[in-house]
């Protein structure tokens, strides 16, 4: 399973990880540049992204106001250049790990931190993003995270019953650093 905190200006954050059972290995962690990202994700079965992996709908993305009115995200607009950026490129990754047979989903690492109470961490948030990623990943997988859809796509946001998971798997990731 990978994290990503894609990004348009600088290096793309990532986490990778493995889960069996009970078992979390969190073995990989960095920056990379986005041309070689593809190369460091494409072998998870699921990535987890936290980025929009479609580009907005009429110049908005329904789904960020879905997301805004019941989640209490805070999402920038889908219609800012740097968003829609953005979204070229996570509808690019989309479409590469789509066709190389991976799952890829969008989280909003932000959000899931405000509304589970998890405190900011000292280290680089970026890679804390990525790793948030992953994390909703795994919480998608054992059915304690919701999507919420609309015609432009869909958000993964973990479950209040994450919380003391997610915090564990940031604390055994921020150990390769």
């Not at 994390?135 to 059915?143: F, I, K, M, N, P």
């Not at 958000?155 to 604390?171: D, F, H, M, P």
Request: hydrophobic share 45%; with cysteine.
């Amino acid at each position: 399973m990978a994290g990503v905190d894609l990004a348009v200006k600088k290096p793309s954050a990532y986490a990778i990880a493995k889960f069996s059972g009970e078992s979390r290995q969190c073995f990989k962690l960095g920056k990379i540049s986005n041309s070689n990202l593809v190369k460091i994700v494409s072998k998870a079965d699921l990535i987890v992204v936290d980025a929009p992996l479609h580009p907005p709908y009429k110049g908005f993305r329904r789904v960020e106001s879905k997301a805004r009115k019941y989640y209490g995200a805070k999402l920038l607009p889908g219609g800012t250049p740097g968003i829609r950026e953005l979204s070229r490129m996570g509808y690019s990754l989309l479409t590469l790990m789509a066709e190389a047979g991976r799952v890829i989903v969008e989280t909003h690492p932000g959000s899931v931190r405000r509304a589970l109470k998890i405190l900011e961490s000292t280290a680089d948030k970026d890679i804390v993003d990525a790793i948030l990623s992953l994390a909703t990943g795994l919480c998608l997988l054992e059915g304690n995270a919701f999507t919420i859809n609309d015609i432009d796509g869909f958000i993964v946001l973990a479950g209040e019953e994450c919380r003391g998971k997610i915090i564990k798997i940031i604390e055994e990731c921020l150990l390769l650093l």
